[in-house]
């Protein structure tokens, strides 16, 4: 005889443990305290096995019956239920590990060596502010582009900040990567979000034509504007030597050999190998 709900709520637990079978080897087991178990009997290589399919009413009659039907098609398939039912927690318990935040401090770890202080900073401040509060605790794995765009990239944008959301699509894209690479996640789903992302419109730096360059040199000379000494020195020395703001700017005095005129800026500032620059400049601009 099937069961049904009435009877697996009204039944009352005896000196010693019975089933009640619902058939196809689902059955209740209830134990003397009153607590009633899911339990399905079935074969599996000529054994017979026992699967656990929860708790009465937690998992009701009717949930424990999917399971049933579930552990029937894996049976089909050459399957074991209970093989694949640990698989599955596995599975689970590996994803809840493989977090996006632990993938990403993992691979921020792994980088940091290579990147500048200001950099390393500045890509945990990234992490920290834009995207762990929002995909932080959810398994890489299961993450999609629509979510990552919703739920991260779409806020930034919200803010006017289109080139930290691009930013940050980029620091993502290479956490996906560092992902695939370590086995903790399946692709990198940034590639789906290429043109999703709004566009400013580029906006070039003021620059003076040619022609301008005499007038501005004797403006620069005069200094009516009345700029520190040492602001027109970083000027001329722009000027003379085509660096980066910011590469003159942390230069230091060992970087300079004033007796042959030249400045060695090393490889980590200028993002590529050590240049030697030929400074044909009075030396009196450096002091």
């Known amino acids: 005889m099937k069961l049904n709900d009435k009877l697996c709520r009204n039944t009352k637990p005896k000196e010693k443990p019975f089933k009640l079978a619902d058939g196809g080897g689902l059955y209740l087991y209830v134990q003397p305290d009153g607590a009633k178990y899911w339990r ?3 074969y599996f290589l000529g054994k017979e096995r026992l699967l656990a399919l929860g708790v009465y009413p937690l998992i009701s009659l009717a949930d424990a019956r999917d399971q049933r039907n579930e552990a029937k098609k894996l049976l089909k398939a050459g399957k074991d239920p209970s093989t694949a039912k ?3 927690k596995r599975e689970a318990l590996r994803a809840n590990k493989n977090t996006f935040r632990s993938v990403a401090l993992e691979w921020h ?6 990147w500048t202080p200001h950099h390393v900073l500045n890509v945990m401040r990234r992490l920290e502010i834009d995207i762990f509060p929002y995909i932080g605790s959810r398994p890489i794995a299961e993450i999609d582009p629509p979510e990552l765009l919703d739920n991260v990239l779409r806020k930034i944008e919200k803010r006017g900040s289109l080139d930290v959301a ?6 993502c894209g290479q956490i996906f990567r560092y992902g695939v690479a370590t086995g903790k996640c399946k692709r990198d789903i940034t590639v789906d979000l290429k043109g999703a992302l709004k566009t400013g419109k580029t906006k070039h730096f003021p620059s003076l034509d040619i022609k301008e360059m005499p007038e501005f040199l004797s403006v620069l000379e005069k200094n009516e504007a009345r700029l520190y000494n040492r602001t027109r020195r970083a000027i001329w020395l722009l000027m003379l030597t085509f660096t980066r703001t910011t ?7 060992k970087e300079f050999d004033l007796e042959n005129g030249l400045w060695e800026i090393p490889g ?14 009075d030396k009196r601009l450096l002091f």
């Not at 770890?109 to 290579?114: F, L, Q, S």
């Not at 691009?166 to 620091?171: C, L, T």
């Not at 980590?268 to 400049?281: G, Q």
């Open 109 to 114: 770890e792994n980088k940091k060596e290579k």
């Open 40 to 42: 399905l009997k079935y």
């Open 247 to 253: 590469e003159l700017i942390h230069a230091t005095w």
């Open 86 to 88: 640990k698989d599955e």
């Open 166 to 171: 691009a930013r940050v699509k980029q620091i």
């Open 268 to 281: 980590e500032r200028m993002k590529r190998e050590i240049l030697t620059l030929c400074l044909f400049l």
